[in-house]
């Protein structure tokens, strides 16, 4: 005669005792669907094996009977189904997170645009304001002189104020005046 499974063992402490299997859900808050699952050894339907010793762990305290002698049973009937091909209770594998996807593209094109927006304004700022005493023509029509004046900068926390003019567009017309008095001061 073959020896009696885990579950078959449990099913039996149970009935002995005249507890039911609803009683030992609400005593143990497994399901009476995993109970029975537990009961017909049907250990592929559960969670992995760490939960199944878990639950019968719980259920033998439950029911009164020894969860070390529930405990070696499963452990009897792992080893009978692993050396009759059946399937055992996988063990949770960690799960891994796949991060290449749709919110790495989104932060790799958000560091591209500021990185683009950054590059954009420092050539804005060298462009009007690096090369003081210059003047740059825009296109064709508009020259951005950048005359800036000798004053201090200004700095609030010493009261000092900047009396220097601000950088102003120059129309073409201006720019031609401009360097015909210029060349007329020269001689």
Known sequence: ???????????????????????????????????????????????????????????????????????????????????????????????SIDVGGRNSKTLLLSVVAIVVILLAAAGVYYFFFADSGTSHTVGGNVTVETTLGSGESNDSSKGVEDNSPAPRILLEEEVNSNETATESTHK
């Open 1 to 95: 005669m073959s020896k009696e499974t885990v579950g078959e063992y449990l099913k039996k402490e149970r009935e002995l005792r005249q507890i039911s299997i609803q009683e030992v859900a609400e005593g143990t808050k497994i399901s009476i669907s995993r109970l029975r699952l537990l009961e017909e050894n049907r250990f592929e339907d559960l969670p992995a094996e760490v939960f199944v010793r878990g639950f019968i762990r719980n259920y033998a305290e439950y029911i009164g009977i020894d969860p070390e002698e529930a405990i070696l049973r499963l452990e009897e009937d792992l080893k009978g189904q692993s050396a009759t091909g059946a399937k055992q209770p996988e063990i949770a594998q960690p799960t």
